[in-house]
């Protein structure tokens, strides 16, 4: 159950703070604080959109608990910018906060003995439409992680090592799109136990690189991290919701 509730907390959390924020609000909210509410608003919109399937009283307040956390959070995280130009640090010490704070209120959701569950009227319909509605709801939650958000926490992670030519080699965002592929099939493969398979999947992917690996060292190791990074959130995802 602790699984279920983690679950349902991230897959709010990639709504409210990536999907439901579109790339000028995240710019302007770096040094408009009525920008960042704003982003907060939708946050917390976020969260009451995924509480509708599974309402109740204690999921209620605990999506208003992680949103009333998400606005000091970010609060925090807006005052340390102007003292630092780390964006990286600050973002990755942002999402941990989050994540540590959805794994504190499932724990408190547990030990109160709260178990969460599908509205019977949502239950009946869903049934109808799907055959294993649990599991259509996990693999929506591993889509959704699997783009947006890890793009971003590779890309903060990645960028210090990113060789000052490699912009001039892909357009409108063609690389990162690439990547959410490369981790959906990852995850479609390891869901029917080909593993090996995986394998081809990177090798596809470096042949179109092959000249620019084999020739500059510091590309070839800006994408190689970026790959291996990309392979292991697709796993951990994988882990967290099956």
């Given at each position: ?7 349902f ?40 959109v ?21 606005v ?73 992680l ?25 357009r409108?965002?063609a ?20 593993y ?5 999947v990177?090798?596809?992917k ?16 800006y994408?190689?991290l ?14 967290i919701?099956?």
């Open positions: 159950m602790f699984e279920s509730l983690l679950c907390f991230l897959i709010s959390h990639a709504l409210g703070d990536f999907y439901f924020q579109s790339s000028h609000l995240a710019c302007k909210k770096q040094s408009s604080y009525k920008h960042l509410l704003l982003h907060c608003l939708y946050y917390l919109l976020g969260m009451f995924c509480v509708i399937p599974f309402w109740s009283f204690p999921l209620l307040m605990a999506a208003s608990a992680m949103a009333l956390l998400h000091f959070v970010d609060s925090c995280k807006f005052l340390c910018a102007r003292k630092t130009k780390h964006e990286s640090i600050l973002y990755y010490s942002d999402q941990i906060v989050h994540i540590a704070s959805m794994i504190a209120i499932s724990l408190v959701l547990l030990n109160a003995g709260y178990s969460i569950r599908v509205l019977p009227g949502v239950n009946r319909v869903l049934t109808t439409i799907l055959k294993n509605p649990g599991a259509a709801f996990r693999w929506i939650g591993l889509i959704l699997a783009h947006k958000p890890i793009n971003v926490t590779i890309k903060q992670l990645t960028i210090k090592f990113k060789p000052e030519k490699a912009d001039e080699e892909g409108n965002n690389g990162a799109f690439i990547g959410t592929l490369e981790r959906l099939i990852i995850l479609i493969l390891i869901s029917i136990n080909q090996a398979a995986i394998g081809l990177l090798t596809a470096s042949v179109a690189r092959f000249n620019k690996i084999s020739e500059e060292k510091p590309f070839a190791e994408y190689l970026g790959t291996l990074l990309s392979t292991l959130a697709a796993i951990i995802l994988y882990f919701f099956t």
